[in-house]
């Protein structure tokens, strides 16, 4: 165990806060009975075990985490980037940290925080959407993940005292993840991995041509589902980079027969870029665009 860090109790109202300061490693995380609020305040922690814990509130404002364990922790209130004082917010790093079976609360506030090469598996992420000053780089998820907004560009206001004007997101595997109403915003998705979803290029164009398909089905109901899906879906385009679309049958509508998605997303995968009149699919076969 090698530890040199202070313990700074304050007490705000009813409200009881530690401020830790300093450097831990190799040892289990010392969590007093009591306070409401555990700050990490430019800290810095290697192997340190915070497995099965329970925090009230989590805060960290510029402290680094290598090597974490957060297995089975759960976290009432949670911001792991918290903003610094004046105008600048420092940035926390989360490196080779496990969150595994991990309580993340509902509407999470990521902050300004980057986890790189860490591993979320079977964590509770669940309508976490503000992870606008969040960034992923070659991260492994697994289990899964439900209404989450991952964010590659930061809002324009917050730019200034983040010092950037993207987040990184590259290098993350999904593959083992089941996405549920997962947006990636801004980002290039060609550059993570995913199983079970198509990447489209050209998106816009594919979706203006499996119109005459839709056009073909014989209930009313199940076309106008269609096409309000891919309206839906083409409206993202100024939010995907060179127009490419990450797309499963289960975005193409749930409430549709899954034999109709099944159909829509094949003819999404292999048609071509023409949307002239009559080529809303062309022969089966594979397409080099679709990956």
């Not at 555990?38 to 290598?66: H, I, N, P, Q």
């Amino acid at each position: 165990m090698n530890a040199d860090f202070t313990v700074e109790p304050v007490q705000e109202g009813f409200l009881r806060t530690q401020i830790v300061r300093g450097e831990m490693r190799d040892q289990r995380f010392p969590l007093p009975a009591g306070p409401d609020n555990t700050v990490f305040d430019r800290m810095r922690l290697v192997d340190v075990d915070f497995s099965a814990m329970r925090f009230v509130c989590f805060l960290s404002r510029g402290s680094e985490f290598d090597g974490c364990d957060f297995s089975g922790t759960a976290f009432d209130q949670l911001l792991l980037g918290a903003p610094g004082d004046g105008a600048v917010r420092p940035q926390s790093v989360f490196r080779g940290c496990v969150f595994r079976r991990t309580q993340f609360p509902t509407l999470t506030a990521f902050g300004n925080v980057r986890f790189e090469g860490c591993t979320f598996e079977r964590s509770r992420l669940r309508l976490q959407t503000n992870t606008h000053e969040a960034e992923f780089v070659d991260c492994v998820f697994a289990g899964p993940i439900r209404g989450v907004n991952f964010w590659g560009r930061p809002y324009d206001f917050d730019q200034a005292a983040l010092g950037r004007d993207h987040n990184d997101f590259s290098g993350n595997d999904f593959a083992a993840a089941r996405l549920d109403d997962v947006a990636f915003h801004h980002i290039d998705v060609r550059a993570q991995r995913f199983s079970g979803h198509a990447l489209l290029d050209r998106f816009t164009e594919r979706a203006k041509a499996v119109l005459p398909l839709i056009d073909r089905w014989p209930d009313a109901e199940h076309r106008d589902m269609a096409r309000l899906t891919l309206e839906f879906l083409i409206a993202d385009a100024p939010e995907r980079i060179d127009d490419v679309a990450l797309v499963s049958p289960a975005d193409l509508g749930r409430k549709l027969p899954p034999a109709l998605r099944e159909e829509l997303f094949a003819a999404l995968r292999r048609t071509t870029s023409d949307t002239s009149r009559g080529r809303a699919a062309a022969p089966p076969g594979p397409d080099p665009a679709a990956r």
